[in-house]
Each structure stands twice: as structure tokens, then as C-alpha cells.
């Protein structure tokens, strides 16, 4: 059913003007800022459980002189306990994510987007500062300070996916997209490297400094996209994405379109005159009920919990289970992050192609699943560990990139909410909330299987979550073959024309 | 741990207020407190005594052994009825020799000679051990009714029991058998972890000037083409 012209890269190359190069950028770099500022509490972790412990000497007897040099920090006994809170404030800070998800899509829908991404953006390097460095500063170490202060960044922070999806979502049509939201999605682990980088390069100044840095950037990256961000093409008077597609594509596709979704139909010529310039956002309960949305959410859910697993636990595995060093864990684990990155941009060109998402989605799991067989019996050698991870990054950070992404992207923009183009962000947030979710119950989870079974069940626990994953993808394959799920979508998006 | 603290910054303001009372005094330095604490002068026939009048520079006041500056080298306190000793000893932190003889006390804690690093003759009752341990001082003499500790070991390159210091810092001696662990230079903070000062003033304005051109330049190829509608 494509188009002849939709593949023929030139056609919705050229179609991009410098506002796409800036919008690409804009919202990639912002999506970074975010991720940098998570990236840098994990690296800071070691200096702060230090700042918050007295010196601890294998010599029990002898006190170090002076006290206030050596002795003067009491918040936790010992590094132990320091490294178990700071874990604590990992899943509040997900959990409140997750919560933060829900309620930004809502509020990213009903406001302008610019404004809302820019104010979480600001308002969460406010935070930040308060937390690592004002705390610093004043010598003011408290748990439930830094546990509410922690709440309040997950929340803040959770404006930023969804705005920035819906906003990419806005730009780049559906042609296409797969491979740009494939690329685009490397902003997480290029957020990651950055935060990465700042934060080492200022840690020797005193943490605080590393708060310091990322929180300004990234409250200078909200002033940009405050003078900076066109939320939409209709902003400046170039054609929306939907209006592109439906003049490029072939005319027997209305006809489709009539057979599909009748009932939507008298209502389109009304949607026409009064929502394309005033689109009324949707309902929460309505974009739950939007078809895919709650399967892809769970989907994602159990995807998520895998891939967040491998990020947040990869080194300790590593390093626990191999005897490898941690620095060398650490830069180890980079190469799943590349995986997913070629992954989730290799098979967003491939779905293009087929203008199917879910069968690569589910020939991708299906390989996912022998990839985790196979990575859980790696051996105890580091090249051949390295291309096993990257392989597994391949088929599970790849489908995961393009569910969190390119999916929510597509799901957001189904005929069904044709009216309401307002409803990608809350679209986004729903599944990318629920996914958040799934993420933060498998840290805690993950701990505990490990703890009392093993790393193997750990992974036995990856492969029944991938698989019940792979089942979710066939039913809404199901969907798809029944004229419900989004899989209709490019025969529809010209609804509104 | 809190009052550990406490008493160290009591220790720290019972030796910083002398100080300030000596230096509002001028030329004429008032006589510590510690040196009148027991009345009459110093015994003929003690060591702070002898170590005093070989020295032309020094002057015996009271009970103590001084400069010209007022700085306390010798104390003679024995035969004060001490029953312990606690921090008003601190302020006769600089003494060289110290006569603490026939006094009821029973033990000594290991703080009270935290910062005597110029100790060198301390003579003690002959049941008390000497500070800081048998390893602490270069010899220890008894006779009849006294202890002298000879000459402070320093604590810092002991062989018996080396002090270790964390990263960053290196070892001070601190008094017998003391030592204290401070920042290497170029180092500060709690537990010395930071090296360096933040160039914050640099980086405040190269981020202010890059946010404020680039924000310049997007509103001007960007949010000015929005049409009003």
C-alpha cells in the first residue's frame, strides 16, 4: 500500500526545511539535557555516599583528627547504607517519573508545548541545583529533603519526553518517521555520554560542581527552547504533517479509509473548519481507550523493565558475575547503548519500508529472546561479551527505542484522534508512563531474584518478560488485521482532508 | 559524635580566647589562667624550675615558665589536688616541660594532650602511665615518687604503629602518640575530596553568553515566523 513516491528518499528529504533541522536538534539535545542530569547523580554516587559518611578505618580504635575534617558527616553510618539510599532515590525518582508521565502528557496537550517543556526543563535544574549543590553549599544533609526533592525532579522531569515526542511527532509525518524517530531516540544514550562527561570533568572540584554544571545547562537548554521552539509547522504556515500526506498520497486510499471508519466520518467535515486551528486535546480516559495504546503500554512496560535493567545493572553484573573491573564494566556496558541506537534506528527504517511496525517488532523480540539465551551464557571473554551485548542491545534497546518513540508518535496520530491532534503527548506519556513503571518495579525485582536465585533466573525472568512482550505485539498484530489498531494509520491519516 | 564535636570546639575557643585577651593586652601580656590555678609559685626544686632558670629569655610567673611574649613553656602544677585533668590544661599547650607530680588524679584520657606537639619533659605521679602509650615517648624514668616521660616520639613516621593517613592528606604530629591528618595542598573540603576552585565566574559567562546568542539567533530564524492567528 505505499505510495510509489514515499520511499523514494528525495520525496519527504526535500520536503524538510531548516525548521526540521532546527526542531530535530532542538528537541534531541533538550531529551539529552534531561538524560544528562539523570546520568549525572549515577556517576556522582560514589562522592556524594562519601560526603554523607564518616571516614571509616579498618583500625576502629583511631578517630581521625581533626573531626570536623574527617568525622563531621553522620547522615549514614557507613557506605553501605549511603549506597542503599541512594538506590531508594533511584525508584522514588522512577516511580514519580512514571506518575509525572501520566499528568505532563495531559498538561503538554492543553498548553503550549513550548512553554511546558521549557518551564520542566528550568524548574527541574532548579531542582537539581537545590539537591546536589545548595545542599553542598549550606551543609544542609537531610533524607526527606533530598527524598521530596527527588519526588519533585521525577515529576519535572517527566514534562520532557512526552513534549518532545509530540512535538517531533508534529514534524516529521509518518513517512519517514521510523528512521528519524530511530536516529532520535539516540538522544537517551547520547544524553547518558554527556552527562557522563560533564560530570567527570568537574567531579574534582567537589560534586556539587557536577550538579552545578549540568542543572545550568540544562536550564540554559529551556531558555533556548523557550526563544527557540516551533511546536508545530502550522505555527509558521508550513502544512502539518497530516495535510502533507494526504496530498502525496494515492487516490484510492480515501476509498479504504471510507470502508474503515465510517462512523468517524460525518464528523470530519466539522473538524475540519473548527479543530485544525483550535484542536480540543483529549481526554486521559479517551487516550487510554484509543486502540493499541493500552497494549503498547504494556508492551513497553515489559520491554522497558528489561532494557532498564540491563542500563542500571549491567556493570554491577559485569563486574560481580566476571570479576572485571568496574571502570572497565562501565565502559563495557556502552557498547548495549550502541546497539540500541543502530538497532532502533535500523529497524525504524525497515518498518518504513514495510509501513508495518508490528511484525518487525515481533521478529525482533523473537530474536531478543535468543540473544538473552545466549548473552546469559556468555563466556568470561570481553570481546566476544562486548558483541554478544551489542547484539542483545540490537533486538531489545532497538524495539524499545521505537515503541517509546516512533510508535507512540504513530499511535498518537490515529485516525481515531483525527480531530484532536492534541493527543500525542498524553498518548506518549500514557506509554511511556506505564513503561516507567515496569522499570521501576524490575530494579526492585531484579535485586531480589538476584539475591535469592541467581543471576541465571535473572535472566530467565528477562526472557519470560520479552516473551509475554512478543505476545502482546502478535495480539495487536490481531488488531491491526481487524481495522482497529494503528497499523491502519497511513490509510487514515487523511481523515481530516 | 555530637559531643565529640562539642568539646572540640569548646577546646578550640577555651585556647582562642586567651589568645584574644593577650593580644588586646598589648605589651604587657596578662598571666594565663592555668597559672594561677594553683596558688603560690612554681617548687624550687621541680623540673619547670631548673628547665627556667637555665634560660636567660624565660621568666617564672606564678606557676608557669614564660617568654617575653607571654607564650607558656613550662607549667608546674604539682601538688595541685588535680583530680582529673581536663581541657583548662589546654591552654598550656605550647609548654615544653610539664610537672603534674603528686596529684590524685587517675588516668589520664587521650585528648588532654591533643595538641601538645612541643612536649618534651612531662612528669607525671608514679601510677599514671605516660600519654599516648610506652611507644609514644623516647624514654620513660621513674623514680621515687614520679615518672618523667622523656622526649615525644613522632607519631607520624612511627614504626610501631604507623599513622595512616587518607588519600589526599598527610600526617601531623598532634602530641604523644597523636596525630592529625590534614589536606595536601592544592586539596580541600570534607575528607579532602575537592581539588581546585570552580571557575564559576568563567563558566557563568561563557553558558550566559552561548545561551544568549543562540537564543537570539533561533528567535530570529524561528519563533519571529510565527503567524499570528
Redo the contacts between chains.
Sequence with gaps: MAGPGTFQGGTWISRFT??HV?VFL?TFFSYSLLHASRKTFSNVKV?IS??WT??F?NKTAV????????????LFPNAEEATLFLGTLDTIFLFSYAVGLFISGIIGDRFNMRWVLSFGMCSSAVVEFCFGTLTEWLHFYNKWFYCSLWILNGLLQSTGWPCVVAVMGNWFGKAGRGVIFGLWSACASVGNILGACLASS?L???YE?AF??TA??QF?GG??I?????ISPE???LPGVEEEESSEDDPCRPLINNTDSEDHEPNYSIQEVSTI?QPKAISFYQACCLPGVMLYSLAYACLKLVNYSFFFWLPFYLSNNFRWKEAEADKLSIWYDVGGIVGGTLQGFISDMLQKRAPVLAGSLLLAIGSLVGYSRSPNNKTVNALLMTVTGFFIGGPSNMISAAISADLGHQELVQGSSEALATVTGIVDGTGSIGAAMGQFLVSLIQDNLGWMWVFYFFILMVSSLSHFSKESDLERSQGLGYGKEPVTVENQH | ?AP??LG?SVGWLSRAIPLLLALSAGRAPALPEVCKYCPGPAHDTSEVDHYCKQRQELKLRARCCLTKQGTIVGLDLQNCSLKELDTFLAEAHSAIVLDLQANPFLNISTSVF?NFTELQTLVLPLKIDCPGGFYAWDNITCGKDSCICHKQRNQCNNTVEPA???ENAYCVP?GPG??????TSGFH??????????PLLM??GI??T??FC??????G???R???A?
Design positions: 531548516h525548521h532546527v532542538l562522592s562519601s560526603q564518616p571516614t578505618l578517630k581521625l583528627e581533626p573531626v570536623e575534617l574527617w568525622d563531621s558527616s553522620h568537574v574534582q572540584y567537589g560542581y552545578l554544571l545550568s545547562v540554559a531558555i533556548v523557550f526563544f527557540g521552539l516551533l505555527e509558521i504556515g486551528h | 559524635m565529640a564535636g572540640q591533643r595512616l593517613c587518607p598532634d597523636l596525630f592529625q591528618c590534614l589536606c573540603g570534607y575528607k579532602c575530596l575537592r581539588e581546585g576552585s570552580f563558566f557563568s553558558l550566559g552561548i545561551t543562540i537564543s537570539i539567533l533561533l528567535w530564524t524561528q519563533l515566523k510565527i503567524k492567528s
